[in-house]
Nanobody, 125 residues
């Protein structure tokens, strides 16, 4: 069984930055596509960013394009989400996810089979 653990969330002012980390353990995730999703109160979980095997393909939601950067370090079994120019609308619980279907880079939650517990990001205006 694989496990994903997010960290790096917190409270930041609008315009600030945070870097989220997702540490993977329990199985090999290096071949998986890895994604970040977020869920704000009263809203559905939404796609933020995803990165394929060896980072060969990357996708972003339009709402974060140009502000967020996803990356992975397979030697450390860790995926990162660098978030810059944060806005109050970015406030949500952020989840890391893994898709073991090789070659797929999904943008919907149902394509991911492993999930972390989430980390809270709060952006104040």
């Amino acid at each position: 069984q694989g496990q994903l653990v997010e960290s790096g969330g917190g409270l930041v002012q609008a315009g600030g930055s945070l870097r989220l980390s997702c540490a993977a353990s329990g199985r090999t995730f290096s071949s998986d596509s890895m994604g970040w999703f977020r869920q704000a109160p009263g809203k559905e979980r939404e796609f933020v960013a995803a990165i394929s095997w060896r980072g060969r393909s990357i996708r972003y939601a339009d709402s974060v394009k140009g502000r967020f950067t996803i990356s992975r370090d397979d030697a450390k079994n860790t995926v990162y989400l660098q978030m810059n120019s944060l806005e109050p609308e970015d406030t949500a619980v952020y989840y890391c996810a893994a898709d073991s279907q090789f070659g797929r880079l999904g943008v919907t939650a149902n394509t991911y089979s492993y999930w972390g517990q989430g980390t809270q990001v709060t952006v104040s205006s």
